[in-house]
């Protein structure tokens, strides 16, 4: 019947057959065809057991849980020993249990309480649920969520210190069978895909710190990148990450995350030398290109479906200063704008990997002004675009909005970019693929004018961009000389042509406006596609931190990826504890 096995490695976490964990050294043996095993943890034991019963014995329900925890599946402790057909016998406890979530949710969230106090825990009633649950800023809270589309109900808001505390959650998550999710930076629109009706949100915004070691820095998950790069230029240092400063460190990285150095180092994700993650059974692991690596891989673009990824550690290189800023433009420039943009992405991207160019069109409904909003990079000390950037620069900027181009710290440029930054607006985020052609830009720009300016530019709080973001052969490379990624691109090697990213961004004040123009984008992004197929340079990738819920971007990967996407999970995940009580999120099945 079932073989246990323990094996005691000392760590954070004991290794059975299915899952361990842990020193740098050890990694997660292949999955055996039988499950079971016994996961032993390093750290002080909390009877889990006797946890639930108080909770339950709280909340009136003794037994609910308790009395279903099979009598060989041990929760104690500093052991954990899971049998497939136990949490089978508990999965089927759920099933039977009417109107179960709410209630499982209520003894998980109680049980979370007792261990970790309300001080991490705050359960619906209470003062920190909606300062936690939220999306306003306020004095208090930075807010969790960007977007008014993502606020949901869970049973309560978890702030965990550390990653103990999610080990502990995650165990008793586990046992439960309790739904729930994590937010980092919360800058995902897509309803419910950080957030979680009857269950427990994890929110890790007091996972702060960074490290500053030899040519990296390791980089907690509740970290935003605003505050990254603030560290980051204190001590001359520069890393791939997020363009804005509010957004979030742990979705751009597990989305991809395009960056001000893309064009030289790839995606951000393929700059991680190691992330820790607490996986579905408590285990607190490493991932990097020596221990699990096949998870390291995967987390480069795989998003949220193998474990709660707790700190980053960023390969991090000199920085003397950078020559960037904004250009705006107004709409009589768009006729040479356009042309810049494909230049810039079928050579100047390649022939100068040190730039970066940030090219969106945005419509400010309430002015009712057409605007090219821009913002040019350039990793030299000095006051100079160089070649690649020239065309674009050399394009008058609009009368009265002066350039903010200038040599400045790496880190000043992000939290320009972020101080435009809006919350609490309704929002949406969704982006198609395609090669670069300057036929195909001209003509996005004029499908998206007419068909979404045009008709809703001037509902309340209407702002809409459309943007076009390069990803050069070069970009590719970086990639695989780093171990290669989740993405994809590496499946067609023989490629040269540089792929754009179109990206359109939406936000309006009213949910009553909701179903129109979400309709209306359905239906451009749908003739922008087919305009795209139709001129022979469409291109299947979706970029998951763009991505509309239903374009299933992990899928866009192609099927190589998606194989070994899958294979991860089934490996780090046997249970799909991750596929199947995360309701949101991209997933790989
Ligand atoms: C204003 C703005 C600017 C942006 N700029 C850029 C840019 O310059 N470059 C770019 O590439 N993208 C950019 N994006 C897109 C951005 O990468 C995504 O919105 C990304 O999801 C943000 O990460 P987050 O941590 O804030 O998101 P969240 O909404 O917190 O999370 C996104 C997803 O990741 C999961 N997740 C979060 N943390 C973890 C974790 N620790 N472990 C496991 N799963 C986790 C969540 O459950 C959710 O499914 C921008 C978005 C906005 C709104
Ligand atoms: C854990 O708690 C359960 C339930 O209260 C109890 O039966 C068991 O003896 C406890 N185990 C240990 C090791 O304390
Ligand atoms: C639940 O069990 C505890 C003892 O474990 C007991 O004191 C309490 O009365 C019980 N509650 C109910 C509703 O049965
Ligand atoms: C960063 O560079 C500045 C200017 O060259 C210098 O004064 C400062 O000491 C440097 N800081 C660190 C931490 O190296
Ligand atoms: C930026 O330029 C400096 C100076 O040339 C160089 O040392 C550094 O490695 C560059 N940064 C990156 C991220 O490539
Ligand atoms: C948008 O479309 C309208 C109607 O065709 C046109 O008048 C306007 O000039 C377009 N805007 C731009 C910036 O091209
Ligand atoms: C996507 O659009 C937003 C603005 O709406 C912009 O900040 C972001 O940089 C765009 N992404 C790319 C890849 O251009």
């Known amino acids: 019947m079932a073989r246990l096995s323990t094996i005691l490695v000392g760590l954070l976490c004991g290794l059975s057959h299915f899952s361990g964990v842990v020193a740098q050294t050890t990694t997660v043996a292949d999955p055996p065809s039988d499950l079971d095993g016994t996961v032993v943890m390093g750290f002080a034991g909390v009877n889990i057991t006797a946890v639930l019963a108080q909770a339950e014995n709280q909340l009136g329900v003794n037994g609910t849980v308790t009395d279903n925890i099979p009598t060989d599946y041990d929760v104690v402790g500093t052991t954990s020993t899971v049998k497939a057909r136990n949490l089978e016998a508990l999965k089927a406890l759920r099933e039977r249990t009417v109107n179960s979530k709410p209630l499982l949710g209520d003894i998980t969230c109680v049980a979370l ?11 619906a009633g209470t003062a920190n649920y909606p300062l936690w649950n939220s999306y306003a800023s306020n004095s208090a809270n930075a807010g969790t969520f960007w977007s008014a589309t993502t606020l949901l109900t869970p049973t309560c808001v978890f702030k965990p210190a550390n ?39 994890i929110v890790l915004s007091s996972l702060t710190g960074v490290n500053i070691k030899s040519g990296y820095a390791e980089v907690s998950a509740g970290m935003r990148w605003g505050d990254v790069f603030g560290i980051l230029d204190q001590n001359n240092l520069s890393a791939l990450g997020g ?68 700190r980053m550690d960023l390969y991090t290189w000199p920085s003397k200063g950078v020559y960037a800023g904004q250009l705006m433009y107004t709409k009589d420039q768009y006729a040479r704008l356009l042309p810049a943009i494909y230049n810039y992405h079928a050579t100047g991207a390649s022939a100068d990997v040190e730039t970066h160019l940030i090219s969106a069109f945005v419509y400010v409904g309430i002015a009712q002004l057409h605007l090219g909003a821009f913002t040019a990079f350039r990793n030299v000390s000095v006051p100079d675009g160089g070649v690649a ?126 179903t129109n123009i979400l309709a209306a984008l359905d239906a451009t992004l749908a003739q922008l596609i087919a305009y795209a197929k139709q001129i022979g340079v469409s291109h299947p990738y979706y970029y998951l931190n763009y991505a509309r819920k239903q374009d299933k971007p992990i899928q866009s990967y192609g099927s190589a990826s998606v194989a070994r996407l899958q294979a991860a999970a089934q490996k780090y995940d046997p249970f799909k504890i991750f596929q199947n009580q995360v309701p949101g999120g991209f997933k790989v099945y």
């Not at 674009?392 to 200038?406: C, E, N, Y």
């Open 163 to 201: 990653a103990a505390d999610i080990s502990i959650a995650m165990r008793i998550i586990t046992i439960v069978g309790t739904d729930f999710n994590v937010v980092g930076g919360g800058h995902s629109a897509i309803k419910g895909w950080a957030n979680v009706d009857d269950g427990v949100l």
């Open 243 to 310: 363009r804005m400063s509010t957004v979030g460190v742990p979705g751009l990285i597990l989305g991809g995350g395009i960056s001000y150095f893309t064009n030289k180092w790839g995606f951000a994700t393929d700059q991680v030398k190691n992330f820790q993650v607490v996986l579905w059974s408590g285990c607190i692991i490493n991932a990097n290109s020596v221990d699990n690596a096949d998870l390291f891989r995967a987390l480069k673009g795989g998003s949220s479906n193998f474990g709660i990824v707790t």
């Open 113 to 123: 309480k007792i261990v970790l106090g309300v001080a991490k825990v705050a359960l």
């Open 389 to 514: 950037l020239q065309e674009v620069l050399s394009i008058p900027t609009a009368a009265g909005i002066p350039s903010s181009l200038q040599v400045r710290s790496y880190g000043s440029m992000c939290k320009e970019l972020g101080a435009n930054d809006v919350t609490g607006q309704r929002q949406d985020m969704r982006d198609f693929t395609v090669y670069a052609n300057l036929d195909f830009f001209k003509k996005a720009f004029d499908i998206w004018n007419t068909t979404i300016v045009m008709k809703y530019g001037n509902i309340p709080g209407f702002q809409g961009t459309i943007a076009f973001h390069p990803i050069t052969k070069n970009a590719v490379a970086a990639g695989i000389a780093r171990g290669g990624n989740s993405l994809g691109f590496d499946a067609n090697p023989g490629n040269t042509k540089t792929i754009t990213i179109i990206n359109l961004t939406h936000q309006w004040s009213n949910a009553a406006d909701d």
